[in-house]
């Protein structure tokens, strides 16, 4: 009798004892992009490999929380609060965003002037002159999924837009009469003529100041009197302000009323 109660004893603590510990840690863990994935362990100590693939915290005593910061592949060194030591393998996946575009796409259903497509990590809203009620639906449903949806829907695109192509020349100053130019406002614009029934019954055609001018210029550009600087294409929005510059900034150091020196840099060159 007493044997039987020694070994009922006995299976009681056994089983006592293995409720109490933590399920063993898996050897390798998947998770997606900004996914986050909870591991009962008691950890004390951990290192990575790489911060840039996956994040871990301990919210909790026996709690493990690691957290898909981009895709990629890292290994985890864990020295757990019984003494031993275990390393596991993360795999972070890119997020699969098909089924959040279905369910963004079934919300936005019947609105024309509202397109989503997938952008990298995030699905992306995008209006070509939505009207307002359109606007508000988009930005309602970007709200409802904050961090996965973007909305680029807005009033920019009722706005027009002005693209000008821009050459800065620089010229010798003893040449600039080779243009033939006055640089005053009574310059004419670009014009183009043609005149019928020439002394040989041909056709006669002016070319515009414009072509003029760049051929001039190129003319130059080949005897090595003048030097095209950037030829860049500025576009903004109408009545907006657009900037370019052709040159770079030098530093200057500067002394305050105290006799500290600072470095603030100055830009040079040709400011358009």
């Known amino acids: 009798m007493t044997r039987h109660i020694i070994c009922l004893l006995f299976l009681l603590c056994a089983r006592t004892a293995s409720a109490g510990q933590a399920p063993a840690l898996p050897e390798e863990v998947s998770l997606a992009v900004g996914e986050t994935m909870l591991l009962m362990a008691d950890v ?61 796409r079934e919300l936005l259903s019947g609105i024309d002037t509202v397109n989503a497509r997938v952008s990298g990590r995030f699905v992306v809203l995008e209006g070509s002159r939505a009207g307002a009620a ?90 090595g009197l003048a030097y095209t600087l950037a030829e860049p294409v500025l576009s903004c929005r109408s009545g907006g302000v657009a900037r370019f510059v052709s040159g770079g900034e030098i530093p200057i150091p500067v002394t305050d009323g105290l006799g500290a020196t600072d470095v603030q840099y100055k830009e040079y060159g040709v400011i358009l």
Do not use: C, K
């Open 44 to 104: 004390r100590r951990a290192a990575l490999g790489t911060g840039s693939v996956v994040s871990m915290a301990t919210p909790e005593r026996g709690q493990l929380l690691l957290f898909g910061e981009s895709a990629g592949e890292t290994t985890a060194e864990l020295w757990l609060a019984d003494g031993s030591m275990q390393r596991v393998r993360i795999r972070v996946r890119e997020r699969d965003l098909s089924g959040r575009l279905q369910d963004v």
């Open 134 to 223: 359109d606007r508000a639906r988009a930005g309602e449903v970007a709200a409802l999924y904050p961090g996965e949806v973007l909305d680029f829907t807005g009033e920019a695109d009722w706005e027009s837009m002005v693209q000008m192509q821009v050459r800065l020349v620089e010229v010798r100053r003893d040449q600039l009469h080779r243009l033939g130019l006055r640089w005053d406002n009574e310059a004419a614009g670009p014009a183009l003529s043609a005149t019928a029934g020439g002394g040989n019954g041909g056709l006669s055609l002016q070319a515009s100041m414009l072509s003029e001018l760049t051929s001039r210029i190129d003319l130059l550009q080949q005897q």
